[in-house]
């Protein structure tokens, strides 16, 4: 039976896990941390995530969507806070059943871990980071000295990955890298569950309050909390202008947040506690290829392709990943001779089908925060989107290109987003020529738009 280690339990790891386990094969997961069943989940991880339809089809393959769907809280579209407090709820779709889940990340991991734990041929190995791969041997060394051969090692080990490293450094020929961090940072703020356990904001919504160089989003929580995201430069753009480095102490971020955030301040008890307690984090988009190593190892996931959060897109992309990986497992060429596994021809045919999709939604997510920390203020942008919720509402065919990216399963990410940026400069465009959509004649429109 071919043997198979992956390093790092995260959420692409333990999914894998589950679907390489599925096909009859042995799996080892070796994740850095200790088991997060069984401690506390370190602040400053994203506490929730929007779950969306490529996630959802991933998870529907093992039998898990209902499950985890069933503690997920519906965000229906994108609700919009000027500073005087005024709220405008933008919708995702016009179409009915379109819309994100907010799911917790811990939640989501540790359903998935005592899923894969059901297959006698899945073992968590927790508190072994691997700290060295021989790129040649397939040998992958763990922090405690470990040594560990298998047939193939498939790396899930996130961003920061040390499988990647050692392709990097002289493990694979001609290996491109890039990692482009972000002048932005971000910190997980909180909002408290209401009297009774109510929602002290809109539940069905993502909550976005723009405000031109900088931004804060919330993600409503199973419980009725809030998750906030705070997005801000580390170091001021220019004069007078916010950054975390101004927010150095207890005063600094009341007025900051008073200022800019009244309505959601009043809802944060704790907000300058958890300020000062948790983390800042970075954010950046790692690209990188090839993904293979002589079939000896592959980069999965984040390891592959972190990108910036704006899209919503970088688990339900890894679950991705791991669905395509599993489905050329199954094609009659993958078993090279006996019962034994090609992995170096899967990891080719694997790297072709995805890196195209992967590079896609990078540059999209990276396009959609000045999308959300802008263009959501901008009067013509809310008038596109008005425009293609009506076409969405009329035309069962057109798909804004939010809603290819996020509720097409079946479209390709690069299909997604070229069909998607031909779309938007037109609407953009005739949202520019009239005051009101109204204005414009619907059936011509979508006559056009349709042959783009
Ligand atoms: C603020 C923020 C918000 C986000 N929101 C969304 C969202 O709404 N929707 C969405 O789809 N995506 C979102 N993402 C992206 C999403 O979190 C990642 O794309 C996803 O977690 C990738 O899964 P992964 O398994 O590849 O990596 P990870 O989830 O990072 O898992 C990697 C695992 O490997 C372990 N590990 C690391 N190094 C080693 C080592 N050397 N040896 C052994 N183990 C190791 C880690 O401990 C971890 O358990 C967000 C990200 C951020 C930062």
Redesign the pocket.
Same mark, same amino acid.
């Given at each position: 039976m071919s043997r198979i280690v992956i390093?790092?339990?995260?959420?692409?790891?333990s999914l894998l896990s589950i679907y390489l386990a599925k096909r009859g094969l042995a799996v080892d997961v070796?994740? &850095? %941390?200790g088991d997060m069943r069984l401690q506390e989940v370190a602040a400053g991880r994203?506490i929730n995530? &929007?779950?969306s339809d490529r996630?959802i089809a991933a998870l529907r393959e093992i039998g898990m969507d209902k499950y985890m769907l069933a503690e997920a809280v519906p965000m229906r579209g994108r609700m919009i806070h000027t500073v005087s407090g005024e709220t405008k709820l933008l919708p995702y779709s016009g179409r009915q059943g379109e819309y994100i889940n907010s799911v917790s990340?811990a939640g989501l991991n540790i359903a998935l871990m005592n899923e894969a734990d059901k297959y006698d041929g899945v073992t968590f190995h927790f508190n072994? %980071?691997?700290?060295y791969f021989d790129c040649a041997s397939g040998e992958a060394k763990f922090s405690n000295g470990v040594r560990v051969k298998s047939d193939t090692v498939i790396a899930?080990?996130?961003?920061?990955?040390?499988v990647r490293n050692a392709m990097l450094h002289g493990g694979v020929e001609r290996f491109d890298f890039s990692q482009i961090w972000l002048e932005h940072g971000?910190k997980e703020l909180h909002i408290p569950t209401g009297v009774d356990g109510s929602f002290q904001l809109e539940k069905n919504a993502l909550h976005i309050w723009p405000r031109d160089k900088f931004m804060m989003i919330a993600l409503p929580n199973f419980d009725g909390s809030f998750t906030c995201?705070l997005f801000l430069a580390h170091k001021p753009q220019d004069e007078g202008g916010a950054a975390f480095s101004r927010l150095t102490d207890e005063r600094s971020v009341a007025e900051f947040f008073h200022r800019e955030f009244p309505d959601a301040t009043k809802l944060m008890p704790t907000l300058v506690e958890d300020f000062f307690a948790n983390p800042t984090?970075n954010?950046g988009t790692v690209k990188c290829f090839p993904w293979n190593a002589s079939g000896n190892a592959l980069l999965l996931?984040?390891?592959a392709h &972190?990108?910036v959060?704006f899209y919503?897109?970088?688990?339900?992309? &890894?679950f991705e990943d791991v669905r395509v990986l599993a489905s050329l497992l199954s094609e009659p060429g993958a078993i090279a001779t006996g019962s034994s596994i090609n992995w170096e021809s899967v990891y080719e045919k694997y790297g072709e089908l995805r890196k195209v999709n992967t590079d896609a939604i990078a540059d999209m997510a990276e396009e959609n925060f000045y999308e959300m920390r802008d263009a959501v203020a901008d009067p013509v942008f809310v008038k596109k989107r008005e425009l293609e919720t009506k076409l969405e509402q009329t035309y069962p065919d057109y798909f804004s290109k939010y809603s290819m990216v996020t509720f097409r399963e079946d479209m390709p990410y690069s299909v997604a987003k070229e069909k998607g940026n031909a779309q938007d400069a037109l609407l953009m465009r005739l949202c520019s020529q009239v005051d009101n959509v109204s204005d414009l004649d619907l059936s011509e429109v979508f006559s056009i738009v349709k042959d783009l």
């Open positions: 390093i790092g339990a995260g959420l692409a790891g070796y994740e &850095a %941390r994203s995530l &929007a779950l996630g990340r072994q %980071r691997c700290v899930t080990d996130g961003a920061g990955s040390a971000y995201t984090g954010l996931g984040d390891s &972190a990108i959060p919503g897109q970088g688990m339900n992309c &890894a």
